[in-house]
């Protein structure tokens, strides 16, 4: 099981991004989905969470600008960035709660992007 995202890029302030993240692999079911950022010198913070029943949660930082969303047929969450600030400048990171079959077995592991940077320009 990977986790593949894309989006990332060099905007604007005031621009836009959408991120994307896609889960492949052996996947019989995908929990909670998220997007993480880590900037430079400080700690990875979340930025938004999604549950499987479509629950969402932001951080106070991204409320009214980002949207978080997924589609459960395509193991994807997505994560729309409007009215960016050079503070939103960060490596953003996917993660989601996924239960796999091994062959034999069900199991259920938390799995990490490999991460994609978001530049704001001011």
């Known amino acids: 099981v990977q986790l593949q995202a894309s989006g990332g890029g060099l905007v604007e302030a005031g621009g836009s991004l959408r991120l994307s993240c896609v889960g492949v692999g052996s996947i019989f079911r995908i929990d909670g989905m998220g997007w993480y950022r880590q900037a430079p010198g400080k700690q990875r913070e979340l930025v938004a969470s999604i549950t499987s029943g479509d629950s969402t949660t932001y951080a106070d930082s991204v409320k009214g600008r980002f949207t978080i969303s997924r589609n459960n047929a395509k193991n994807t969450v997505y994560l729309q960035m409007n009215s960016l600030k050079p503070e939103d400048t960060a490596v953003y990171y996917c993660?989601?709660?996924?239960?796999?079959?091994?062959?034999?077995?069900?199991?259920?592991?938390?799995?990490w992007g490999q991460g994609t940077q978001v530049t704001v320009s001011s």
């Open positions: 993660n989601a709660e996924v239960t796999y079959y091994t062959g034999l077995m069900y199991n259920r592991n938390d799995y």
